[in-house]
């Protein structure tokens, strides 16, 4: 089937750095944007990062942005986000997901088909 697989979530610091990653399998993403999102409780999900799986153009939100790194390997079938410096604020159930067609609004949950089950990245101060 289908799946966008999350890993890389824990508990930390406020200040250290986590790795997420992304498997994706089961069909072709390679001319996919891609983009995480995250969901802490009581809260919206809200967009973190976009990427075209076949690389070019980055999107941030404001929050994350100079701290936060969107990358592929696309040997692996692998999306990563990179987090350095990471706040309590930051916690939350960090999401992939995959947008075939490049809908228009990147930034909205709405516009992806393809979504992993989420990981959870915790930040204590």
């Known amino acids: 089937q289908v799946q966008l697989v999350e890993a890389g979530g824990g508990l930390v610091q406020a200040g250290d750095s986590l790795r997420l990653s992304c498997t994706a399998s089961?069909?072709?993403?390679?001319?996919?944007?891609m983009g995480w999102f995250r969901q802490a409780p009581g809260k919206e999900r809200e967009f973190v990062a976009a990427?075209?799986?076949?690389?070019?153009?980055?999107y941030y939100a404001d929050s994350v942005k100079g701290r936060f790194t969107i990358a592929r390997d696309n040997a692996k079938d692998t999306v990563y986000l990179q987090m350095n410096n990471l706040k309590p604020e930051d916690t939350a159930v960090y999401y992939c997901a995959a947008d075939p067609d490049y809908s228009d609004g990147y930034y909205s949950p709405i516009v992806y088909d393809y979504w992993g089950q989420g990981t959870q990245v915790t930040v204590s101060s």
């Open positions: 990427m075209r799986w076949s690389g070019g153009r980055t």
């Open positions: 089961g069909r072709t993403f390679s001319n996919d944007r």
